[in-house]
């Protein structure tokens, strides 16, 4: 059990290093959005299980690190969704420069679509 | 053993929060900025975690489990500002 343990935090060491270099390398604003992803995913995986199994070797398997854990795994997605449509929002380039108007006008054209739509219901009402 | 390599561990997060912080400052644009203030808050939470394994004590949870509600909520908040110009509409 302590090999395991030790073999998460290690895992988990890993990945956070590995999002932390990423986040510095990237280029562009997407590939920094989704560089760090493993770290709030599997890093933190890695290390609130081997903080339940830690609290769980001396008393009681501990149940606040899984209500963390379900946090951050329910947040991040949001969380990462709306940084994306932000990005996009405000017609962020690729790496080089290049730029991606088709994108753009979808991201743009699907809120105003909803808007409209809800217009409609209001009417409706 | 595993005392020390929860404290290489922290070392570990430290590195990649002081790259993070890097991103914070220099970032060209607010996106940048939003992500690694973001980020910053898992790090915190992964050090805090880190920090009660290694004074074998459950007393940190609850603030993990505050910085990560506060963390999201603070991200979407700015995402919704720089969205609409507006938060609560």
């Known amino acids: 059990m302590e090999y395991f343990i030790a073999a998460l935090l290690i895992l988990a060491a890993l990945f956070f290093l590995l999002s932390g270099v990423a986040i510095v390398r990237f280029k562009d604003s997407y590939s920094r959005l989704h560089a760090p992803t493993p770290a709030s995913t599997l890093g933190m995986g890695a290390l609130l299980l081997a903080a339940m199994l830690w609290q769980g070797s001396e008393d009681t398997l501990s149940i606040k690190a899984f209500l963390v854990m379900a946090v951050l795994f329910v947040t991040s997605p949001i969380s990462a969704y709306m940084l994306a449509k932000t990005a996009l929002h405000l017609r962020l380039p690729l790496a080089g420069g290049r730029q991606l108007p088709e994108i753009y006008e979808q991201a743009r054209n699907r809120r105003n679509d909803s808007s409209k739509a809800q217009e409609k219901s209001d009417q409706s009402v | ?89």
């Open chain 2, 1 to 89: 053993m595993l005392d020390s390599i929860v404290y290489v561990t922290m070392g570990f997060i430290g590195v990649a929060m002081v790259g993070t912080f890097w991103r914070l400052i220099k970032g060209p644009t607010i996106v940048d900025r939003v992500i690694a203030m973001d980020k910053l808050f898992v790090y915190s939470i992964g050090l805090i975690l880190c920090l009660g394994m290694a004074e074998h004590t459950s007393l940190y949870y609850e603030a993990a489990l505050l910085i990560a509600t506060l963390g999201f909520i603070s991200t979407t908040a700015m995402c919704k500002y720089l969205l609409r110009g507006d938060i609560i509409e």
